[in-house]
């Protein structure tokens, strides 16, 4: 509930002129395609009117969970007194099963799948439908489950960096065989003014520090009950240790492409 609730401060306050760009895609080859298939949306640019659609959106919220990313539209509906009912919401995306999304007043709610693999197509997709619905002034926001690092269970972390296994601010793409490099930092306004809103809140403890993304689960985030494990309980440790003084506040992940791909594409990126 900390995030929902936190957001929801957030978004009550006039919406800051910090926030007057468009989305840039950074494809040449995008505005020559006499048609754009959304493929894991299941929406195209000839099939559905985007701008119609989405062009007034203003706040794209993105989750791992399809329940919860329901449960948060349906939450916000409530909130804002949307007309209608918040258990009528409507899945835009239910011709696939691949992620949801639902759209409440200017806030767009998708599921964005677990790992980097899963949350990139789905960041291509989203910044590719901002952009043909012509959107300006997004916000994105990532709420989602993490791991804390040396924080009391339910502290929400508000990401200043998102850091790889190294705790280096940057996500390594492989292109053609080759790889680049991106860096990952995000907005540090919105997260100033995102824990500002949540002092005013009391209640919901918050800090802004890093955010440490890993390819898996088990093994990469040290966890001693995978089907694998090949270091110690106090080789784990030292590696948390290390964590920790380099800023690391929790581990998911998803951090490092969410936030490059908001960098190189001029959106606004909170991640939480
Ligand atoms: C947090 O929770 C999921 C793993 O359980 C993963 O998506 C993440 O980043």
Same mark, same amino acid.
């Given at each position: 509930?900390?995030?929902?609730?936190?957001?929801?401060?957030?978004?009550?306050?006039?919406?800051?002129?910090?926030?007057?760009?468009?989305?840039?895609?950074?494809?040449?080859?995008?505005?020559?395609?006499?048609?754009?298939?959304?493929?894991?949306?299941?929406?195209?640019?000839?099939?559905?009117?985007?701008?119609?659609?989405?062009?007034?959106?203003?706040?794209?919220?993105?989750?791992?969970?399809?329940?919860?990313?329901?449960?948060?539209?349906?939450?916000?509906?409530?909130?804002?007194?949307?007309?209608?009912?918040?258990?009528?919401?409507?899945?835009?995306?239910?011709?696939?099963?691949?992620?949801?999304?639902?759209?409440?007043?200017?806030?767009?709610?998708?599921?964005?799948?677990?790992?980097?693999?899963?949350?990139?197509?789905?960041?291509?997709?989203?910044?590719?439908?901002?952009?043909?619905?012509?959107?300006?002034?997004?916000?994105?926001? &990532?709420?989602?489950?993490?791991?804390?690092?040396?924080? !009391?269970?339910?502290?929400? #972390?508000?990401?200043? @960096?998102? *850091?790889?296994?190294?705790?280096?601010?940057?996500?390594?793409?492989?292109?053609?065989?080759?790889?680049?490099?991106?860096?990952?930092?995000?907005?540090?306004?919105?997260?100033?003014?995102?824990?500002?809103?949540?002092?005013?809140?009391?209640?919901?403890?918050?800090?802004?520090?890093?955010?440490?993304?890993?390819?898996?689960?088990?093994?990469?985030?040290?966890?001693?009950?995978?089907?694998?494990?090949?270091?110690?309980?106090?080789?784990?440790?030292?590696?948390?240790?290390?964590?920790?003084?380099?800023?690391? &506040?929790?581990?998911?992940?998803?951090?490092?492409?969410? !936030?490059?791909?908001?960098? #190189?594409?001029?959106? @606004?990126? *909170?991640?939480?």
């Amino acid at each position: 509930m900390a995030l929902p609730v936190i957001l929801l401060n957030c978004i009550g306050n006039e919406h800051k002129d910090y926030i007057k760009q468009q989305v840039q895609i950074k494809n040449p080859y995008l505005d020559t395609m006499e048609e754009d298939i959304l493929y894991h949306f299941s929406l195209s640019t000839k099939t559905h009117n985007l701008p119609e659609m989405f062009g007034d959106t203003k706040f794209v919220c993105v989750g791992g969970s399809a329940n919860r990313m329901r449960a948060f539209a349906q939450f916000m509906h409530h909130e804002m007194k949307l007309t209608g009912t918040p258990e009528d919401i409507r899945d835009i995306c239910e011709a696939t099963d691949r992620y949801c999304m639902y759209k409440v007043g200017p806030v767009l709610s998708i599921s964005h799948g677990m790992g980097v693999p899963s949350i990139s197509i789905m960041m291509h997709e989203l910044i590719k439908l901002l952009h043909h619905a012509q959107c300006r002034d997004v916000v994105l926001f &990532r709420l989602g489950t993490s791991g804390g690092v040396g924080l !009391a269970p339910g502290t929400v #972390v508000i990401t200043d @960096k998102a *850091v790889d296994y190294s705790f280096r601010p940057r996500f390594e793409q492989v292109v053609l065989g080759k790889v680049i490099i991106r860096s990952t930092e995000l907005d540090e306004g919105v997260a100033k003014e995102l824990l500002q809103c949540s002092n005013e809140l009391q209640n919901f403890p918050t800090v802004i520090g890093n955010t440490m993304c890993t390819h898996d689960f088990y093994e990469g985030q040290g966890r001693l009950d995978g089907a694998l494990c090949s270091f110690s309980h106090e080789e784990k440790l030292e590696y948390l240790r290390k964590a920790y003084e380099a800023g690391v &506040r929790n581990i998911e992940m998803e951090s490092t492409v969410f !936030a490059s791909m908001c960098r #190189v594409c001029g959106l @606004k990126g *909170v991640y939480l």
